[in-house]
T-cell receptor, first 108, second 113 residues
Framework: KNEVEQSPQNLTAQEGEFITINCSYS?????LHWLQQHPGGGIVSLFM???GKKKHGRLIATINIQEKHSSLHITASHPRDSAVYIC??????????FGTGTRLTIIP | DARVTQTPRDKVTEMGQEVTMRCQPI?????VFWYRQTMMQGLELLAY????????DSGMPKDRFSAEMPDATLATLKIQPSEPRDSAVYFC???????????FGPGTRLLVL
């Protein structure tokens, strides 16, 4: 069993829909990261959080430490949101452990 | 707009050849990471440095891979000799610490024939 599990693996939605991507982890962590990888390959760090919720534009990330679960939400989704979203966790001074990613496709 | 740069962006080589990939981290960042991404394995950490010192290179095949930071503005990843299974995209990232936000370079796409 992977330390970091993401669901769904693939998600296709219509433009404007509310999107939720989930990440569960099995170990205690110090921080959880959400990354975005566009079709061109570039990787961008979206959020790093250790508790509560963070918001940036149409993106919202939440984490529940007790349940070892995080969600990434996208409101009013747009075709430019189409990308692979990767969850990763870190434990203190240890390296990041990555999930396998969720491929999101938003259809106009 | 500070960003991580990597060269080359694309590299095609023949099996057995040496490959050197370079990374310039964001000025002031003291932690540098090398990742490899393949379709099968996803993102994997190969090595990382803090203040130019290697902290963990357990992800690298030691017999053929080596990572160094000759100075604070340059990190290198070498493969010698290269093999077809090394074909992947290699990302460099930098940050202010292991648990901090990492800023990724554009990657080097390597194809070993």
């Amino acid at each position: 069993k992977n330390e970091v599990e993401q669901s769904p693996q693939n998600l296709t939605a219509q433009e404007g829909e509310f999107i939720t991507i989930n990440c569960s982890y099995s170990v205690g962590i110090s921080a959880l990261h959400w990354l975005q990888q566009h079709p061109g390959g570039g990787i961008v760090s979206l959020f790093m959080l250790s508790s509560g919720k963070k918001k940036h534009g149409r993106l919202i990330a939440t984490i529940n430490i007790q349940e070892k679960h995080s969600s990434l939400h996208i409101t009013a989704s747009h075709p430019r949101d189409s990308a692979v979203y990767i969850c990763a966790v870190s434990r203190g001074n240890e390296k990041l452990t990555f999930g396998t990613g969720t491929r999101l496709t938003i259809i106009p | 707009d500070a960003r991580v740069t990597q060269t080359p962006r694309d590299k095609v080589t023949e099996m057995g050849q040496e490959v050197t990939m370079r990374c310039q981290p964001i000025l002031g960042h003291n932690t540098v990471f090398w990742y490899r991404q393949t379709m099968m394995q996803g993102l994997e950490l190969l090595a990382y440095f803090r203040n130019r010192a290697p902290l963990d290179d357990s992800g690298m095949p030691k017999d053929r891979f080596s990572a160094e930071m000759p100075d604070a503005t340059l990190a290198t990843l070498k493969i010698q000799p290269s093999e077809p299974r090394d074909s992947a995209v290699y990302f460099c990232a930098s940050g202010l610490g292991l648990g901090e936000t990492q800023y990724f370079g554009p990657g080097t796409r390597l194809l070993v024939l």
